[in-house]
């Protein structure tokens, strides 16, 4: 992992890629999250390939009856349906912005990855094996 760090005098600035994540989170058959953190913030990129589907490749991880995870993030190719347990249910795809929160499946649409960006600090307890 390289880190950059330039001091100026009124602040600092830390660059970090994706290209070497501080941590890798294998779903179960379909995908990854990769996490940068910068401190007790986290910069995560999910990886969601073709027929993913949280209650079957992130559920068996989570271990509970949906996604607990409240998501703040933006997409940046494919897409994904999002089901919640209240009932409400949304597409997004790429240039959306979303926040969706605790209680949910979803699932990717179509033949394409939906990859997409989570900044939300709870995102840094998803997909992690208990």
Known sequence: MTTTTMQTKTASAQRKSFKSPDETRAFKGKGKLELVKFGDTPFARATFEPGWRWSENVKPIAQTDSCQTNHLGYVLEG???????DG?????GPGDAFVVAPG???????NDACIALDVNPSILAYAKPK
């Open 79 to 85: 897409r994904m349906h999002i089901k919640h347990n």
């Open 88 to 92: 409400t249910e949304i597409d997004v």
């Open 104 to 110: 949910h499946d979803a699932w990717v649409v179509g």
